[in-house]
């Protein structure tokens, strides 16, 4: 008997079966069976074979990836083994994009001509804008930019091209390149402002910061503080593993459409409250609170049940300190000092202290993520709400054309279709109008 394997005993049939242990880089994390082995499992011979029920994909890998691990129980990140800590301190964002890409830090030159490549598509089609201007007035960013993406594959006929290599080369440098455009786009539009072209002489961020906030002056200077935290909260949201928009854009891709469609489609899936609006929710959380005093009923409400959710704490998968919220806590005193202190900022850190030292919440593996502070840093920075899922689209843009790759060139990878469990009527005779 194998000793890397798993022995079932159907107790309906009295057979046993072994089925095959496979490992991924860490042994202790990621064992896995192959689904399709519990299909030999079968009560009879017409039986179609044992399937396994699965809601959200809470224990089902859909596939094999060597793009980012995330060890939830340690709370660790690493983008193609490189700890997140390391990439936020001394990584820029398009040099992690590179690595996402293609799995290793570019040298110099490398990284000279990937900037290049992407500074040269940064520009939109004119028809865009029109596009754009078509969408009502307040029409949230996010929904604009669902929208704009999805265009992009009607500008570029040729992405349909997905098996050349070249051709979806161009593909990644345009989708990286007009997130920005798009987005700031979207976000003058909203508040009725003219559209500002890139400026590629600036730095990928400081270029949307230029495209944001830019208003008569003739070369616009980001402020080097506000840039870099921008650039570091692109690091933090490049990718994440398997979450909802990634495996969205792993579905739609496996159908071979092009990657504008399929990156539409994630941005659509991240535009959904309990994944892109994460952020969002803690900011109501905290203006209704309302004050530092308040924290201590706060908490005695969310621990009784009567009260409503602790947001920004927990994760589905992080059941520990989420380390791209310690980045982020730093960023924010770093924010603050250009911008002044975001005034929940005290209530923010006041909720931490004490849920942090509460059996109830550590019992529950209830620990800040990335959006319990993301928000306080990007309002403080002028931005409103509805840009947050935008500012958390542009970047993970890499991470999900990495992903869209890898799942095009995986030889196991088959069209998204998984199986469902059947608890409907049967069989049944139509009965005619009169009859009912």
């Known amino acids: 008997m194998n000793a890397h394997s798993l022995t079932i005993i159907d107790n309906r049939t009295g057979i046993s079966y072994e089925i095959p242990i496979k490992y991924g880089t860490y042994p202790g994390y990621g064992a896995s069976i192959n689904a399709l082995e519990l299909r030999q499992i079968k009560a009879s011979a017409d039986d179609f074979g044992l399937l396994t029920y699965d809601p959200g994909y809470t224990n089902t890998a859909s596939c094999k990836s060597s793009v980012t691990f995330l060890d939830g129980e340690r709370g660790t990140l690493q983008y193609r083994g490189y700890p997140i800590e390391q990439l936020a301190e001394h990584s820029t964002y398009l040099e992690t994009a590179y690595l996402l890409q293609y799995g290793e830090l570019p040298d110099a030159v490398q990284l000279a001509a990937w900037r290049k490549d992407i500074g040269l598509h940064t520009f939109v089609h004119e028809n865009i804008k029109k596009l754009i201007n078509s969408f009502r007035h307040d029409a949230h960013p996010m929904g604009t930019l669902v929208g704009t993406v999805g265009a992009l594959s009607t ?54 910061m230029n495209m944001l906030w830019k208003i008569s002056e003739l070369k616009y200077q980001p402020n080097p503080v506000l840039e870099k935290a921008i650039d570091v909260l692109f690091i933090l949201h490049a990718d994440h593993e398997q979450n909802c928009s990634t495996s969205a854009m792993r ?69 520990s300190y989420d380390p791209r919220a310690k980045i982020c806590k730093k960023i924010a005193y770093d924010v603050f000092a250009v911008t002044g202190a975001n005034p929940l900022i005290d209530i923010a850190l006041e909720l931490e202290r004490i849920a942090l030292a509460d059996d109830y919440f550590i019992s529950r593996h209830l620990y800040p993520n990335v959006d319990f502070y993301s928000g306080l840093i990007y309002q403080a920075m002028g931005f409103p709400v509805g840009m947050f899922p935008v500012l958390f689209a542009i970047p993970r843009t890499a991470g999900w054309l990495a992903q869209w790759q890898e799942c095009l060139l995986d030889p196991e990878q088959k069209i998204a279709r998984p199986r469902q469990v059947y608890c409907g009527n049967q069989v049944r005779d139509y009965v005619p109008m009169h009859k009912r």
């Open 155 to 208: 500008f570029y006929p040729d992405a349909k091209n997905i098996h050349d290599e070249s051709c979806r080369q161009k593909q990644v440098w345009r989708l990286i390149a007009k997130m920005p455009t798009l987005a700031a786009f979207a976000y003058r539009h909203s508040r009725g402002l003219p559209y500002v072209y890139p400026d590629d002489n600036l730095s990928y961020v400081g270029n949307f």
């Open 251 to 319: 579905a739609v891709g496996s159908s071979y459409t092009d990657p504008f469609s399929a990156s539409s489609a994630a941005i659509a899936a991240l535009y959904g409250p309990q994944h892109g609006g994460a952020n969002e929710a803690v900011l109501r959380m905290l203006n209704d609170i309302g004050s530092v005093d308040q924290v201590p009923n706060f908490i005695k409400s969310v621990k009784s049940g009567e009260g409503g959710r602790l947001m920004g704490f927990g994760h589905r998968v992080y059941k």
